[in-house]
């Protein structure tokens, strides 16, 4: 095994920047999972969503991906908003959430996957961008900037939801909802609004996360599948609803990913990465930054 340090290092460095990407696709789930007790497996789904829409506003309006992001997450939000609306009309008010609910998520995640297979084929989509290719160079260590832009953009979007949170009433109405409605009652908010807002920001984050996965990597409308696991494993690792827990976990778990991809090959990347997370669970069950 080589543990020379320009490829120790820039295993580390790419597995933070890895961790910045998996903190950007989790943090939605954080929200409807962790906060609203909602399993959304759909999310991915929105998250190949938000790729496509990025890729149209580029390919078509020469649009950078994450500016048109950004542009369209007002869409998103809406979009969430109605997915809520209708969830909690038809199952979370009649008390069917738990499996009728699953699989409500599983048919948009189904439905959205086979439109877009029907819109766009299943050829692989990419995005250009002036920091898709370049590099900087700190010593030994090599800083993809189509891995570097997205990680910084990933923390930034994390950041803003833990202000937003931590300082407005709808925030802290948020992360009160699923632990109290009848006390949030009584602070004259209808918790049924409250987490149509919680939902339609969940979803939201999807269209800044599916823009950073299209300029790390070509996609296609079945690719999301392969981040279902990863996204609930860190959401869970790092303590239910727990921001600065989902970006730690994140993190560690694209460390993890990246020294093993490095030493030992891609394919027991997976294998590795959840063996940590089990590992993690037997020593502490609720997780990073979960209450005991």
């Not at 297979?117 to 990419?126: N, W």
């Not at 990465?273 to 930054?289: E, K, V």
Request: aromatic residues 12%.
């Amino acid at each position: 095994m080589d543990l020379s340090f320009d490829l120790w290092g820039n295993a580390l460095v790419s597995g933070v920047l890895l961790g910045g990407f998996y903190a950007a696709v989790t943090i939605g789930v954080s929200i409807s999972f962790g906060m609203l007790d909602i399993v959304n497996i759909a999310h991915p789904a929105f998250i190949i969503l938000g790729s496509y829409t990025a890729y149209i506003a580029n390919s078509v309006f020469g649009l950078d991906p994450i500016l048109a992001s950004v542009i369209l997450l007002p869409a998103f939000y809406l979009l969430g908003a109605a997915i809520y609306t209708i969830y909690d009309v038809s199952f979370e008010r009649r008390g069917d959430a738990a499996i009728r609910g699953l699989a409500f998520f599983f048919g948009i995640l189904f439905i959205t996957e086979v439109t877009l297979s029907l819109t766009f084929g299943v050829d692989y989509r990419l995005v250009e961008a002036p920091y898709v290719g370049p590099s900087l160079h700190w010593g030994v260590i090599d800083l993809p900037l189509r891995l570097l832009v997205p990680c910084l953009v990933s923390l930034l979007l994390v950041a803003t939801l833990q202000v937003f949170m931590s300082h407005t009433f709808v925030g802290r109405a948020i992360q009160a909802v699923a632990q109290d409605p009848q006390a949030l009652r009584l602070m004259a908010a209808n918790p049924s609004r409250i987490k149509r807002v919680a939902f339609g920001l969940s979803i939201a984050s999807a269209s800044i996360a599916g823009a950073i996965l299209i300029i790390i990597q070509p996609v296609e409308p079945s690719v999301g599948r392969d981040y279902i696991g990863r996204i609930f494993a860190i959401c869970v690792m790092g303590g239910l609803g727990s921001f600065a827990g989902t970006v730690s976990a994140a993190m560690a778990l694209g460390i993890v990913e990246s020294f093993t991809a490095t030493y030992y090959g891609p394919s027991w990347s997976p294998a590795v990465a959840f063996g940590f997370l089990l590992l993690t669970l037997a020593i502490r069950p609720a997780g990073l930054f979960g209450r005991r």
